[in-house]
C-alpha cells in the first residue's frame, strides 16, 4: 500500500484535512477496550487506489525549539517514507518565508509533492490565494479542510500521483510472516536464527516495499515468506525520541503479512510504541504472536515469567488470544518454538468452519446464556455463517443488531473460539439484521 504524508508548518490545518480525507475516524474495533491507536496513521480505502496517510507534526525548518525541532525531525521521516507528498500552507497567513524553506527542502526530494493551500472558504479567498504561485510552482490545490471545498479536486489528484496497484493474486498457499518492533529490541539477529535455523531454501529477493527484503523459506513442508523490516535504519541525525515514526515501516511490513510477530525487549519492558504498532496489527486483522526477547539478560526467578506474561496481558488487553513466547535470539533460547508456534497460529488463520457446526455452537450458546432484552423484547439470533478466512470472519444474522451489548458480543466470540480452536488468532463477528 502506498504512503501519503501531509506536512506543513503547525496549525496550518494539517489534522483537519487527515480526517476529511479518511472520511470517518471508526476503527474497525473502536468498541474493543484496550487499543492503543495513534490517529497519525491511517488506512484509506475509500478512493479507488488505497494508502496509508500519515498526519505528521508541524514542520518549522529555522526554529531551534525542542518541540519544534523534533516536529520537524518527525516531518523528514515521514517524508522519506512517503511515496506521495502533501505541503499544506495557510491561505490567512499567506506566503511565510518558512513555506519557502520547506518548498526548497521538498525540491530537493525525487518524490511527486502536491501543494495545498487550506483555509480558502470562498471565492474571495481562493483569489486571495493566488501569491502563492510565487513559490514557482505550476499548480496548487486550494481547499477548505474543513468545510470539503476543493477536496475532491486534491484526491483526484493524489489518485493520479499514486503508483498503479497490482491486481494479481499473491501465492495462497504461502504464509507470510512479518517481524516487526522498534530499534534495537534484536529484530535482526531474530531473523538470522530463524532462518539459519530453518534452512532458507531460496535467496532474499528484494521486497515490494522499500527497506523490506522477502525471504522464501520452508518449515515443516509450508512454504512461508518472511517480510524482514528488521532492515530499518536511523537516517541521519534522528532523535532518539522519534523512534515511533518506524511504526510506517512496521506498517508496510504488517501490510502484506498473514502472521506478526511482535518483538518486546524484555530488559526495556513495553512501551507505547509496542501497544500503537499492536493496536495496528489487530485493527488489521493479522495473527499476532508476542515474542519477548533478550529473556537471557533479565536476572528471573521461579516467579519472573509469570509476572512478565500477566503484565503482558495487562498491557495488551485487546491481544488475549496471542501466543507469548520468551526466547533469546543472542543464544538461541527457545527461538525454535516460535515456527512451532507461527505454524500452529496460521493454521487457525486459515480455518474454515462449517456453517452446521456453527449453528449448532451458536444454538448451544444461546440456550446457556440468552441474548439481551431491548425494547422489552429478546433479541433473536437467526444463524451464523462464516465469510472468510486469513482472519476467521463471521456473519450472525439477528432481528435487532443494535440491541446486542458489548458483553453479549464477547461471550459469542469466546464461545466460537474454544470448540474450533481459534486460540491464538482474531476473529471477527458481524451482526446482520433479518427478519424471520
Known amino acids: 500500500m502506498s504512503v501519503v504524508a501531509i506536512v506543513g508548518r503547525p496549525n496550518v490545518g494539517k489534522s483537519t484535512l487527515f480526517n476529511r480525507i479518511l472520511g470517518q475516524r471508526k476503527a474497525i474495533v473502536e468498541d474493543f477496550p484496550g487499543v492503543t491507536r495513534d490517529r497519525n496513521y491511517a488506512d484509506v480505502t475509500r478512493y479507488d487506489k488505497h494508502f496509508t496517510l500519515i498526519d505528521t507534526g508541524g514542520f518549522e525548518p529555522v526554529s531551534e525549539d525542542r518541540m519544534l525541532v523534533q516536529m520537524r525531525e518527525q516531518s523528514q521521516l515521514a517524508v522519506e517514507e512517503a511515496d506521495l507528498i502533501l505541503f499544506v500552507m495557510d491561505n490567512r497567513e499567506g506566503l511565510t518565508p518558512a513555506d519557502y524553506e520547506v518548498a526548497g527542502l521538498l525540491r530537493q526530494v525525487d518524490k511527486p509533492v502536491l501543494y495545498v493551500v487550506n483555509k480558502v472558504d470562498g471565492d474571495r479567498q481562493e483569489e486571495d490565494s493566488a501569491e502563492f504561485y510565487a513559490l514557482g510552482v505550476e499548480q496548487f490545490y486550494p481547499v477548505s479542510a474543513e468545510h470539503g471545498?476543493?477536496?475532491?479536486d486534491l484526491i483526484d489528484a493524489v489518485m493520479d500521483a499514486l503508483p498503479e496497484q497490482k491486481t494479481g493474486k499473491a501465492d495462497d498457499s504461502q504464509v507470510r510472516l512479518a517481524v516487526i518492533g522498534r530499534p534495537n529490541v534484536g529484530k535482526s539477529s531474530l531473523v538470522n536464527k530463524l532462518l539459519g535455523y530453518e534452512r532458507v531454501v531460496a535467496n532474499p529477493t528484494a521486497g515490494t516495499t522499500r527497506d523490506s527484503v522477502d525471504t522464501p523459506f520452508t518449515y515443516n513442508g509450508q512454504s512461508y515468506v518472511l517480510i524482514d523490516t528488521a532492515g530499518i535504519r536511523r537516517k541521519g541525525k534522528v532523535s532518539q525520541k522519534l523512534e515511533k515514526y518506524s511504526v510506517i515501516q512496521a506498517l508496510k511490513g504488517m501490510d502484506r503479512a498473514h502472521v506478526v510477530l511482535l518483538v518486546v525487549?524484555?530488559?526495556?519492558?513495553?512501551?507505547?510504541?509496542?501497544l500503537t504498532v499492536a493496536g495496528y496489527a489487530f485493527e488489521k486483522g493479522r495473527a499476532i504472536?508476542?515474542?519477548?526477547?533478550?529473556?537471557?539478560?533479565?536476572?528471573?526467578?521461579?516467579?519472573?515469567?509469570?509476572?512478565?506474561?500477566e503484565e503482558m496481558r495487562g498491557q495488551f488487553k485487546f491481544l488475549s488470544f496471542s501466543p507469548v513466547l520468551f526466547v533469546s535470539a543472542l543464544t538461541g533460547q527457545r527461538v525454535a518454538k516460535i515456527m512451532e508456534t507461527v505454524e500452529e497460529v496460521a493454521n487457525q488463520f486459515n480455518r474454515k468452519v462449517s456453517t452446521a457446526e456453527l449453528n449448532r455452537v451458536l444454538q448451544e450458546a444461546e440456550k446457556t446464556h440468552q441474548p439481551p432484552m431491548y425494547h422489552g423484547k429478546r433479541v433473536k439470533l437467526f444463524y451464523i455463517t462464516q465469510t472468510a478466512v486469513r482472519p476467521p470472519s463471521f456473519t450472525?444474522?439477528?432481528n435487532r443488531e443494535e440491541g446486542i451489548h458489548f458483553s453479549y458480543r464477547r461471550y459469542l466470540a469466546n464461545k466460537i473460539r474454544e470448540p474450533f480452536g481459534f486460540s491464538g488468532c482474531p476473529i471477527r463477528i458481524t451482526y446482520r439484521n433479518r427478519e424471520r
Open 396 to 398: 450472525i444474522f439477528v
Open 289 to 309: 504472536v508476542l515474542v519477548v526477547n533478550k529473556w537471557d539478560a533479565i536476572e528471573k526467578d521461579h516467579r519472573t515469567m509469570k509476572a512478565f506474561t
Open 265 to 274: 525487549d524484555a530488559e526495556e519492558g513495553i512501551t507505547e510504541q509496542d
Open 149 to 152: 471545498r476543493g477536496v475532491g
